[in-house]
């Protein structure tokens, strides 16, 4: 299977099971700022997962790119960032919208916090999680625009079947394969479309690319 075609299944899946409570958001300073362009800012990790930052800035771009925005390189960002002494995603979030802005030209940053990232082993079972919120502000003016949060899960759902035992050596099995990979990888991709699709109860509006732009 294909990038491409990965981060499609994986939006479907998060769009099918991200389901919660609706809640109020008010859009009236996204309406009026109208952002066409969106600069991701490295998220800053609070998991204990060192590649947590990665994994989910990784996986940003589609979401965003299908609710109609265009969205800076990501390799293009982190290198603009490097050349100018900034390595760490809290100093670039210290970073002034207005300086942003005319670094980058972008309408917009994208502000992201990872707060669970990685595998739990339990006593019957092993869940593999991620968390994240994010704030979208306007870089000429400093104002907030949305902000949200989305998490996702390897157990959602999950009704194992064949008593202790059964549930014991999955839980192991589990284990061993997530401890030799970053299983929490795709979870992430799962988390990120939830955070940042559009179209949503209290998801980002769509934007000037998307033939959907103006009906939120």
């Not at 968390?131 to 949305?146: E, K, P």
Request: glycine letters at 8%; aromatic letters at 6%; proline letters at 6%.
């Amino acid at each position: 299977m294909n990038l491409l075609k990965l981060s499609a299944a994986l939006l479907a899946l998060a769009l099918l099971g991200g389901c919660a409570a609706p809640k109020t958001v008010d859009y009236s300073a996204f309406k009026q700022a109208r952002p066409k362009s969106i600069l991701v800012l490295p998220p800053i990790n609070e998991s204990p997962e060192v590649q947590a930052s990665y994994s989910l800035v990784s996986q940003v771009t589609y979401p965003l790119a299908e609710a109609g925005y265009y969205v800076l390189p990501i390799a293009l960002v982190d290198e603009t960032f490097r050349q100018n002494g900034l390595t760490t995603p809290t100093d670039i979030h210290a970073v002034a919208p207005a300086k942003l802005h005319e670094i980058f030209g972008a309408d917009s940053a994208l502000y992201i916090t990872v707060t669970e990232y990685g595998t739990k082993y339990m006593l019957i079972t092993s869940d593999t999680a991620v968390t994240a919120s994010a704030t979208l502000v306007d870089l000429r003016t400093g104002t907030t625009l949305w902000t949200g949060a989305a998490h996702a899960s390897s157990e959602e759902g999950n009704n194992n079947g064949g008593g202790l035992v059964g549930m014991l050596i999955t839980a192991a099995v589990k284990q061993v394969i997530n401890s030799s990979t970053d299983a929490a990888h795709p979870i992430a991709g799962i988390a990120s479309a939830r955070l940042l699709s559009a179209g949503q109860p209290t998801g980002i509006l769509y934007g000037p690319r998307s033939p959907k732009y103006g009906s939120d």
